[in-house]
């Protein structure tokens, strides 16, 4: 492991700020060109060097150092407009949300509707113990996945990949109830 790599292991401040002084306006910079606005580039900067700081043990060659947080930036930006695609998708469906919603609310829909969660109660209870956790604080309690990252102890990308995993299963759970 390199001396600038052991040096942001061990979190020394210092290396830290200098770090993100060298680093963060070429980072901008490409994100600048990539995402809308700038408050957009800013905060994805800003989550690039958290990111990097949380796997930077990881990093092989401190010579590639530039490179790898390119490649962050780029996921990052991929992921940003996926999401904002998602989004799109589920807001240009509103309306149809709401008529569906509507209609679910009447009273011949209640049996189905205690059906459908006890299917899901069903399902859920025979998950383990912290996909059960995670999916509950995360969609009952709106808990983002950084808050998450803390909650359980994990790097941002492993609490991600956990909230995956737990969705996948309930999916295989809720299909076999």
């Not at 996926?82 to 049996?111: C, D, G, H, M, Y």
């Not at 509707?113 to 995670?134: Q, V």
Request: net charge positive; hydrophobic share 40%; charged share 30%.
């Amino acid at each position: 492991m390199s001396s600038l790599v052991k040096l942001l292991v061990a979190g020394d401040s210092k290396t830290v700020v200098e770090f993100y002084r060298i680093f963060s306006p070429k980072i901008l910079s490409y994100l600048i060109k990539k995402l809308p606005t700038r408050e957009d580039a800013q905060e994805i900067t800003n989550d690039v060097f958290l990111e990097t700081l949380d796997s930077i043990s990881l990093l092989k060659d401190e010579r590639k150092v530039l490179n790898w947080l390119y490649k962050i930036a780029h996921n990052k930006t991929v992921d940003f407009y996926r999401k904002k695609k998602i989004k799109a998708i589920i807001l240009s469906q509103s309306p149809f949300l709401q008529i569906v919603a509507n209609e679910i609310n009447q009273p011949e829909f209640q049996f189905e509707k205690d059906r459908i969660r006890d299917k899901i109660e069903s399902a859920l209870y025979s998950l383990s113990h912290n996909y059960r956790k995670i999916l509950r604080l995360h969609y009952e309690d709106k808990i983002s996945v950084k808050r998450l990252a803390i909650i359980f102890n994990l790097s941002f990308k492993a609490a991600e990949s956990l909230l995956f995993r737990a969705r996948q299963s309930f999916k295989l759970a809720y299909e076999r109830a």
